[in-house]
């Protein structure tokens, strides 16, 4: 009996061992991934909008497959992305940027003019009211800049000052440095006795310190004795 027993509980120790393999769930072992090829890799490059990568991916398959039809197909759709990004930076008001991406289209699809055409038009309007812009600019600073005491068209004004009248000099002064400071003015002095100098040059640097404390006066002493005490002013031409 006792090796009847024995057989007996071998046999059905063996039988749950194989209904539990069976049972046991089965471990899928993944597939390994897939490399992309160079035209789907080109392919998301362009849809990830990194188009300058996009044109190195391009050119390296022209090189490799030349005769390859998929190449026109995706010169045009790379340049299609170019142009749209030329689009969304124009209306963002980066004239610069736009011309940029449409350059890059036109290197594209040379034989397709009418692709950039629209755009191209859009980017010469932007433009030509950024020239207006600026030229309405720059008006507005001239229109800003009115002269005192000189004449902004002549080479040169002189202005006699009214020594005898210290209320009259100090406006006289406040005027010149004004000027000086607006049109760029390079300054002459001159003064019948050398004592007057220095005072008069120290009124009017203080006076233009005071307008612009970065504005490097240019200032002549000339000492001329037959005639009254007096400044010559030349503005910077334009």
Known sequence: MKPF????????????LLGACHSAPTVETPAPATELSGFELLDKT????????????????????PD?????????????????R????????????????????RVL????????????????????????????????????RIAKVIDPTADSTTIALKIGNMRELRRQLDAIAADTVAFDCQVSLQVPRTDDYPWLS????????KLNPEFELHLERVIDRDHPAQVVLKPEKM
């Open 46 to 65: 362009i849809a990830s909008n990194e188009l300058a990568t996009a044109e190195d991916q391009l050119s390296a398959l022209q090189k490799q497959t």
């Open 109 to 144: 699809m040379p034989k397709a003019p009418a692709l950039t055409s629209g755009v191209n038009g859009a980017i010469a309007q932007a433009r030509k009211a950024e020239l207006e812009k600026a030229e309405a600019e720059l008006k507005a600073a001239e229109a800003k």
């Open 202 to 209: 120290g009124l009017l640097a203080k006076r233009v310190t």
């Open 68 to 84: 390859d039809p998929r190449i026109e197909q995706y010169q045009r759709q790379l340049a299609e992305a170019y142009l749209k």
């Open 5 to 16: 027993a024995s057989r007996y509980l071998l046999l059905a120790a063996f039988s749950i």
């Open 86 to 105: 030329s689009q969304v930076v124009l209306q963002k008001g980066d004239v610069n940027a736009a011309a940029t991406a449409l350059s890059r289209a």
